[in-house]
């Protein structure tokens, strides 16, 4: 029978997810998007590598206030500590935040959207009456409530942050489902007698990926500025400095010490900067359907 | 450019209807539709609730303690509030209960500042609401003036310059543009004042009242308009271009009417994803004042909420959250019905 022709269901798995590891190469990146993605790598690679050249975040220096110079790139704070290596830290942690705080809802999102696509009737009604409501909720509000009232633990704030994102990416995971469902080349997987399983992640879900791709990177990019408003308000975790906690310690300095203010927000501007610039690219290259005449 | 979003993020309400039309093309009146509106928003309403509710009793420690948090009420007051809450009732009981509470007006006390919540909340309305609309007004016009002038030039260099400052304009967090340019144009230049909403050294009246909190709004009004220009010229842009490619406009064309009237005509079309896209950035919007009214110590529900916040007063906290979130529903069912007048085809059934 042809079930036999059909390689067995990982390989396959290989073949589909690998075409969207070979998108670098139809990237068909312009100036400006190229720049986007050199700061997004420039940033991931300066957050995860330059903290380890860091022993101590905290280790208070003997000058308070010091303006930017050799000794400190970024100057020091009221406390005579170095704001560079705070913001090397603070780089890990608001990127950590935002990447699995983005995580959590592509999981969330993702499967749920399937469901609620591929099943479609109560489950999906049920479904998308919660989104709707989370829609309306204000997010920063909710988050606010949530983690004044649980505390600032950093797996905390990522939880409520990926927990209050999800209703997007379950949005358009459904509104794939629900049109990739009907094609051909799933009713063939159906009668050649796939498992539900198979179609869903092996026909589907790979097809799905592209507007799936670019709403993980908005994601991304909410969740660092959700976690920037948070931190500002005193609602970081404070074992570890992020940027928005940076920018929290400098509010009351700002006429001594601009350093303590201008560079973690040129951090987060510059971060999220990159992302949206990049996710808009993505999307005039993933969907070039509905690139609205550029 | 964001076609894939606009059309991602249309109004769920919206959207069905919009697709229930080819089945039956029967037309909804107005008032029908008005009151099918209505009613889908009260379910949403319920939900904001039953969010608030789970909080209170999922919280550590017991409702009572979350309530009254580091305060020492009085024995009457904490027999009271044990009476409202009806601990010893069914979950259920107490839920409706609280329904009913809210849908009173009764949205608490708070312990910390001896007062109502609601009284407390409303208080602050005004300044809020003087901030949001006006940098809304001003900064929607510019915005979607300034997509409009580079509709016609596209790729020019104003499309370009515009294009950017809407990224940086998405992109910048509120409060951290608020302490720079609170930083240039108060602290070095001197300009503006600092903090508050008015001049506490003088009592002014009438016309220089009015100048004196219009001086003190310039800063935070243009923080907060960055993020409407930044929107609105973004989704206007999209859509100008999207309706001047419309056969309609290919038509007037070929009419050969003015190019100002063509524009006028794409603008009518053009406009309506902007009524859209603004609904559904009401509540990023709104954290984006929050945020700026504490840079800038405006005395407004977001100053409100973050001293709430450093005393724990929970109650306080929640009947703002609560307040805002229905305010988030009024406002997205005000603007399905605007909508529905600018474009009947979404009241077709």
Known sequence: MSMQDTPPLKSRFAVLYGNLLRYPARLRLDPV????????????????????FFENVNAMGHESFAPPGPQHPMGTDDLGRDVFARFAYGARSSLSVGILAAFTSSIIGISLGAVAGFSQGVVDIVLMRISELFQVIPRFFLALLVIAIF?????????TIGLLGWPEVARITRAEFLTLREREYVMAAHAVGQSTRSIIFGEILPNAMPPLIVAMTMQVSS?????????????????NPSWGLMLNEAQQFLTRAWWMAVFPGLGILLTVAALNIFGDHLTDVLNPRLRGGR | MKGYRVTSKVLPGTRAVVEKSAANPARLSSIRYVALKVLSALPMLLGVIVVNFVLIHLAPGDPVSVLVGETEPTPEQLAELYQKLGLDKSVGRQFLEYVGSILRGDLGYSYVLQNDVLGLILNRVPATLSLMLTSLIVFTVVGVL?????????????????????????????????????????LQLRWFPTNGMTNSRYTYEGWAYFTDVLHHLILPASVLGMRYLAINFRYARAAMRDALSQDYIVAARAKGLPEKRIVFHAFRNGILPVITVFGLNVTDILAGSILTEIVFGWPGIGRLMYDAMYARDYPLLMGIFIFVSIGIII???????????????????
């Open chain 1, 33 to 52: 998007s190229g720049a986007a993605l050199f700061t997004l790598v420039a940033m991931l690679l300066f957050a995860f590598i330059t903290p380890l």
């Open chain 2, 146 to 186: 300034l997509a409009i002038i580079v509709a016609r030039h596209p790729k020019s260099l104003i499309d370009r310059g515009g294009s950017a400052l809407a990224v940086i304009g998405y992109s910048v967090p509120a409060f951290w543009l608020a302490q720079i340019i609170l930083l240039v144009f108060a």
């Open chain 1, 223 to 239: 969740a660092i500025l959700l976690e920037a408003g948070l931190s500002f308000l005193g609602l970081g975790d404070p074992s």
């Open chain 2, 331 to 349: 406002t997205n069912l005000l603007i399905d019905i605007v909508y529905s007048l600018f474009d009947p085809r979404v009241r077709l059934k």
């Open chain 1, 151 to 159: 505390g600032s633990h950093l797996i905390f704030i990522i939880l």
